[in-house]
């Protein structure tokens, strides 16, 4: 089992249900490794919330890329090949997706339907991105592949939050320090 | 002099003429009529002669005078100190203790005086305003104002009668404990609840952690079963299931 290096966290919204369609898991990446968070269909009832993140991801975790790019490139092929019914009552239009992949040394990121997106680090939080960061807050599954952010780095973690939940960064950042106590 | 009792009250000099008010309202008890218009006119015009009728030195004792007293709470609340109010009211009128006590926990909920007026009368507390919203669309907001305040035996009883709104809100006040005691009598008592989905809207990435702190507490095999078939978002999760599978009856 590979080690995932750089993490990504998707932080809950502020609802009654503030977790409800948000999945996570890791990706194949052969000399590397990668992660994704997302969310999709949260407006739903849990148990179809929970069905459709499940479907995403299982789909998401069957893409295989050679290196950091090509893994991130043929998630957002697959999702854009897939039947938009298969996306939820909103094909794909809530969909909140975060890919991080860390292979030699650098670290590539790419997003979709995100409020703000930071990179955590022992003295606090820098922010990547906000509601303005056209890269990061299309709302919903584009037409297009995304873009891919590139960083010069290991082991970084990054937090993220959706699209419509605002900017708020939590008091405590040690869940999410890389080397912290990730769940 | 019935005018009074329908709250009629002119004529009548406050405080100076309470002896002759009190004459009336004694009388009323003695032939069963009801207090709660005297009350009600007093509370917006003499707030002070209802305080001496309700609480003073020679309040009104009886059933009627408790009913009319739980009517104009709010009121003598405005003038008294809860603290001693409840308490006072609940020694004059033994027979409303519950109710009294009840009306505490619910406008006082984080009162120590409140909580122990509840234990003394066994009270549960929010269970009576969420059994009270069972039906309403607010019912799932309740839940999560009563999680902050800790009331968790209300909600581990509606969240074991099948109300997963109020496990999921032990679980996002991370009362996590609470919320896998009452998963595991729902479970016990309907295999097929929707458990998972409800912890995965709540806790998130601490989902499959819930579900393994879950599994012992699991006493049937059709719950570990349905877990089982519920569970491969959550491959940890499902590995323990499956193990436990067989050796359940």
Redesign the interface.
Known sequence: MTTRLSRCFLLGSHTLRPHCGAFQGPLDLEYGSAEVVGRIGHTLHPVEALSLATHVLEVLRTVQGDDSLSLIRSCWETLLIMPRKELGPAAGADLSLLIVAEQDSRVALSAVGLDALWQVHSEGAQQLADPTTNETSHRGLPERTPKVLELQAVNQNFLARCLGDGQKLPPILDPYLPNGSPQ | MKRFLDGDLKGLELPRDLPVLREAAEKALNEDEPLTDLYRALAQRHPVALGELVVGPRALRGVLAAAAALEVLESLEARLNPKALYPRLAKLHPTAGAQLAERALSRFPDASWAKKMGEEFEIQPGQKELQALQNSDDF??AC?AHAQLGHLQALVEHASNGR??AL??LV?ARHHEAALRAAAMLLDDQPDA?V???F????????E?LICQLIPHLRSKAAVQALLHRA??YPRAETLLRTLLPAVR
């Not at chain 2, 995965?200 to 989902?207: L, N, Q, R």
Request: with cysteine; glycine share 4%.
């Open positions: 799932e907001q999560h997963l709104e999921a809100a996002v929707d998972i989905a409800w995965a809207a709540s806790a998130g990435p601490d989902c952690r491969s978002a």
